[in-house]
């Protein structure tokens, strides 16, 4: 069984920087797209930037020029680097990897990690 797990949340001031980094367990071969969304309290699940496979990135608005996503595919790690942080950028952010491959054979799964606290004072 494959899981999803994020490190790299806390607590920064504003204009701070923090990396958030999410590793799978498991025996995977490839992944097919990797991301990270965020949730803030009362607010719905929103995207903040996907990297594919072959590196091609998209960011949400709000991260274009002060998020940084990344890859490791031998090590089946994502990374997400924030600097200039605002509070608004306060939320619960997750993980996701989309297709995977394992022994061989390829799985259009939907992974999910359980998420990591990112707060920004003022």
């Known amino acids: 069984q494959v899981q999803l797990v994020e490190t790299g949340g806390g607590l920064v001031q504003a204009g701070g920087s923090l990396r958030l980094s999410c590793a799978a367990s498991?025996?995977?071969?490839?992944?097919?797209?990797m991301g990270w969304y965020r949730q803030a309290p009362h607010k719905e699940r929103e995207l903040v930037a996907i990297?594919?496979?072959?590196?091609?990135?998209l960011y949400a608005d709000s991260a274009k020029g002060r998020f940084s996503i990344s890859r490791d595919n031998a090590k089946n790690t994502v990374y997400l680097q924030m600097n200039s942080l605002k509070p608004e950028d306060t939320a619960v952010y997750f993980c996701?990897?989309?297709?995977?491959?394992?022994?061989?054979?390829?799985?259009?799964?939907?992974?999910w990690g359980n998420g990591t606290l990112v707060t920004v004072s003022s």
């Open positions: 996701n990897f989309k297709g995977v491959t394992t022994g061989g054979v390829y799985y259009d799964l939907d992974l």
């Open positions: 498991g025996n995977l071969e490839s992944i097919n797209t």
């Open positions: 990297i594919s496979r072959g590196d091609g990135t």
